[in-house]
Structure formats: structure tokens, C-alpha cells
């Protein structure tokens, strides 16, 4: 940071004299990762005139490091006939992205100035829904047809790469523009030496793809158990419509584990990141999940009241009902965060179900003795004999028996439904298990102490 804070007073004096060589060198001699570092302390205005002096696609290279908000802020505010060539050469599924960030007039204002393949990508790929592979893919991918030769492959490939994303797979297509196989780049370049051979004879055409109506999330996982660099993403025809790249993924995973841990602790998945989401956004979506667990605590209450009459006549009962409620809720939560990471990572799903339980049952049978035994102690120092200080041990166990189970049972319950699994987080199964806890430890009360 220091060095950048050193360098800006040149970077402005260069801007305010129009040394116009300096500036195209400052843009093209370190990454351009580095560049966007050390225009970081300019402001908007001042950074989009350095942006003018690089070449377009290096232009749009150094502009995808910016922060967000100053991405937004430059498309929206700064010159439209420079804004839609910078558009022109973002990646069309970036694109969407950003512009679904602006308001709908200046879209299609943006949009009119963009030259018309390029507009058709990013309509094309509007249309698909939020979190859907269509959404999320990028069009620029490198097809040839099966019949080229080896040579004629390298040629062309030459004239498309300059504008693709990524060339580590090369699609093989027909006529109608169906996929029928994929090629290495590597294979390719191998061949060299046999100039002549076609594609037909070098393509792989077991594929894997994606439809482009499916999930994020279950791209994201088909990429991780084949370990691609990326995916084709086809129609119900078969006809290719574009890639998702490594990188994508990346995003993918990062944004649905943000959410899970947001669902995990009750909390609505934000939209946008914490700093820029609303004091009042904030407080809504931990708001509404806050008054519902308030509920749930409520009903706890009513369940203590409807006991009254036994914790009169057990008082020493009262004093070990944290410790009741806690272990049932901690074994829960524990066991709900472990199968909703299982099911995130495609270790597990809800046809598993009787194996899940299974084990959990009897991971929870082991914890309860394990806890059982500890509380042993303390219950044969409070209680009024031997045989009533069973009663703390013996509710333990089975207090972390059920909560084991309804940690495992209702994620895969929620999966089968449909619903997001991180949905019945901690919060909820503690919640859960508070209830089910008083129930328990009074039930084996009266039948031992009545």
C-alpha cells in the first residue's frame, strides 16, 4: 500500500499532462492485477482515464480488478460509447452480472451501443435463471468442426483464441452446432506431427456436460469429481451453448458456502456482501429467523409450566436442566453440521438415509454413555439418593440419542422435499431439542421418582 500511496502523484501528474507513451506503459508492463493495485487511491474518474490507454481487451483485464463497487459505480456514471466497448470484451457471463446491478434504463441504453453478437450472448444468457449452469456460463469457447485436419484445427484455433476465455478444451461440433466430442488442447498440439490426421480421430466422445437449467451447485460438485478446468454446457438437444469455467466454479462454491454458513446461523442469505448490505437488511433477515427460534423458545417455557407440578415436588430436577437441554442441543447441532457439509460436498444424499441414521444412532449411543458418565458424579452429590440421580445420566443418554437423530434425520428430510438442507441449521435443532429434552427428563422422572 505504501508503494502505490508513493506512486500516485506521478500516476496523476502523468493524467493531468497527458503523457500519453508513460501512461500505455504504466497499463501494459505489470499484471494487471497489479495495475488496478496501484490506481487503487484515484478516484473514479481519474482511474477510468488511466483505463482509456490500454488496449481494449487488456482494458477489460485490468477493469475485472477492481473492486465491485467500483465497477458498478464506472458503468454506471462514466461515458456510455467507452462503457459498452468495455462491455464488448468482459467475458458475456461477467457482463450479465454486473448489468444486473444497474438500472434497467441504462442497460438498454449500454446494451444498443454494443455491437449485436455480443448483445445476443447477453440477452441469451439473461434469460436463464439465478443460480441455474445457463446462468453462470460463458459463450466463448473454443468449438471446431470434426472434420478439420490437425493443421487446419491449429489455424484456426490461432484466428479464435485472441477473444476466448479458455483454451484447455477444445469442442468438437457439427453442422447444427451439436456437441459430439472434446478435445485436449494438449492432444492437439501433439499432433503436430501428424498434420493431416482429423479431429474425428483424435476426439474423446464421452463427455461430461451439464444441462443449462441445472443447478450451481451440482455443477460445481460434477466439476470437482472429474477434476475438470471446465464443462460444456448443452440443451436438451444436445446443441452446445457455451462453458463453465474453473474459475466460475470457484465463485460458485465460495457464494453457496457463504449462504450455507449464513443458513447455518439462522440468518437469511444476504444478497449482497455484509458491508454493503443495509443496518435495515440486516436486521430484517436476522429478524425474521431471530422471532421464530423466540417462538420455538417460548414453547420451551409453556413445557417447563406444563411440568410445574414435578419440579415442585423434585426441585433438585430444576438444577440440572442446562445441562439436559444443552447436551441434546449440542449433539444435534454437531451431527445437523456434519451431514449438511457431507451434502454439500456430495460425500451423501437422502437415498443414504438408513445408513446416516444408522451410524449417527450409534455415534450418539457412544457420546451419551461418554456424557452419561460425567454427569454421574455431580447427580450422586445433588440428588436426595443413589437411585434418583439415575434419572440425570439415564436422560442424557437418550437426550443425545434423539439428538443425533433429528441432527441426521432433518437435513435429509429437507433435501427430499426439495429445501435447502442448511435450512434446519443449529439454531433450529437446539431449538428442537430443547422441547424434546423436558419431555424426555420428565417422562423418566416420574416413571423412576413417581
Known sequence: MMVNTLFLPELREMLATGAEEELREFCTALHPARTAEFMEGLTREEQWKVLQYAEPPLRAEIFSYFPHDRQIEMLLHENEKQVAELITHI??????????????????????????????????????????????????????????????????????????????????????????????????????????????ELMDTDIVTVDAYDDQEKVAQIVAKYDLLAIPVVDEQRHMLGIITHDDVMDVVREEATEDVQRIAAVDPLEDSYIRTSILTLARKRGMWLGILFFAGLITAFALRGYESEFESYAWLVWFIPLIIGSGGNSGAQTSTLIIAAMAAGEVDSKQWWRIIVREIATGGLLGLFLASLALTPALLLAPSAWAATVVPLTILFVVLCGTFSGSILPLLFRRLGWDPALMSNPFVAGIMDITGIVVYVTIARAMLG
Open 91 to 200: 467475458p458475456a457471463d461477467d457482463a450479465v452480472d454486473l448489468l444486473s446491478e444497474l438500472p434497467e434504463r441504462r442497460v438498454e441504453q449500454l446494451l444498443a451501443l454494443v455491437p449485436a453478437p455480443d448483445r445476443r450472448d447477453i440477452r441469451r444468457l439473461q434469460t436463464f435463471p439465478e443460480g441455474t449452469a445457463g446462468s453462470i456460463m460463458t459463450t466463448e469457447a473454443a468449438c471446431l468442426d470434426e472434420r478439420l485436419t490437425v493443421r487446419q484445427a491449429l489455424e484456426k484455433l490461432s484466428r479464435q483464441a485472441e477473444r476466448l476465455e479458455t483454451i484447455y478444451y477444445i469442442y468438437v461440433v457439427d453442422d447444427t452446432n451439436h456437441l459430439r466430442g472434446v478435445l485436449s488442447t494438449r492432444m492437439l498440439v501433439s499432433s503436430i506431427g501428424k498434420p493431416e490426421r482429423t479431429i474425428a
